[in-house]
């Protein structure tokens, strides 16, 4: 296969994991992009009432279990799509889960699209998995390289932060309670993206030969931002005075430790044991561009895309009385 574009006015996109808010926005962003998009979600009542309302916006939905092989490749004959977008994630990271979703629906769904004769892939990875420690990393990591030896034109994206992933405290801040921080508040930085500025650049890359077969690092606009910084904009929007409250990091660590001799012979302590050590990840790992001459993560080398804010993300919360996503 090569990585010849194909009109949009006839170019069907299959997107995988569409139930999630980055699948439901690829699934939307395709359809106002003039694509046909038909997303990939597993049956239940939520997702047949967010299939109800994705159809309202002109966009088509499948129900098929992503852990079953037979189901995806039914996807694909019904769709018969010329490009696929996978946003499949794991809800957990813990081992089996990662192994579950993020190596091997990824893998079916891959092998599937090849049988179908799909010419282009394009992948939703992390950028955290440039310094792999955990198993959903190494999972997806497993994932990229395959996909790379593929015979289709492939693009893999790798965002920072979400804006969701950085909105967990908006209601304590509204409550007057402190915002906790890890150490001082400046142990990581971050160019969060919101998910419509994400979405729009997962489907430019269909059409855009600049991005076809290459690792694509990207953030949302503007400078990074440190944990104590997010705390003091919330604030500052809320009408508040600064409170902040902080933990070390290292308690995740003690925690995993003493799971460890027992992770061996339970799958739940090994899965509690996972849930700690990316605690500690996310608590002391920037989520920007690693910059491997220099050792250190780079602002500068992050890449910046789209147009929403933070600050406007949070003073949309505040103000609509809206609950942060989970």
């Not at 995988?16 to 939307?28: E, L, N, W």
């Not at 009542?45 to 039914?74: K, M, Q, S, W, Y």
């Not at 409250?245 to 899965?271: C, K, N, Y």
Request: proline share 6%; glycine share 8%.
């Amino acid at each position: 296969m090569t990585g010849q574009s194909i009109n949009r006015q006839s170019k069907r996109v299959l997107v995988f994991g569409a139930s999630g808010t980055i699948g439901q926005a690829v699934v939307r962003a395709l359809a106002q992009g003039g694509y046909e998009g038909v997303g990939v979600m597993r049956r239940s009542a939520d997702n047949e009432a967010l299939a109800a309302e994705l159809d309202r916006d002109g966009c088509a939905v499948h129900f098929a279990d992503v852990t079953d092989r037979p189901a995806i490749a039914e996807a694909f004959a019904r769709a018969r799509p010329e490009a696929v977008i996978s946003c499949l994630a794991s809800r957990s990271g813990a081992p089996r889960d990662a192994d579950r979703i993020d190596f091997q629906a990824n893998l079916d769904v891959l092998d599937e699209a090849e049988a179908a004769g799909v010419r282009q892939f394009v992948l939703l990875s992390a950028i955290c998995v440039q310094k792999p420690r955990l198993a959903f990393q190494h999972a997806k990591l497993r994932f990229e390289r395959r996909l790379q030896v593929s015979g289709l034109t492939w693009s893999i994206v790798r965002p920072t932060a979400f804006f969701k992933s950085l909105s967990g405290q908006v209601e304590r801040v509204k409550a007057g309670k402190p915002f906790l921080l890890f150490g001082d508040g400046e142990l990581t930085r971050c160019k969060p993206i919101s998910d419509a500025d994400l979405a729009r650049f997962i489907v430019g890359c269909i059409d855009d030969p600049a991005r076809h077969r290459c690792i694509l690092p990207i953030g949302g606009p503007g400078p990074a931002i440190s944990p104590r910084e997010q705390g003091a904009m919330l604030f500052e929007l809320a009408g508040k005075a600064p409170r902040f409250r902080s933990m070390t990091p290292g308690l995740f660590r003690l925690i995993a430790a003493l799971l460890s001799p027992f992770a061996p012979i339970s799958d739940w302590m090994a899965e509690k044991r996972e849930y700690m050590r990316i605690a500690h990840y996310y608590a002391t790992q920037s989520m920007l561009v690693w910059d491997v001459e220099a050792s250190e993560y780079s602002e500068d080398a992050t890449p910046e895309f789209g147009r929403d804010t933070l600050q406007e993300h949070y003073r949309y919360l505040l103000d609509s009385h809206a609950k942060p996503e989970a």
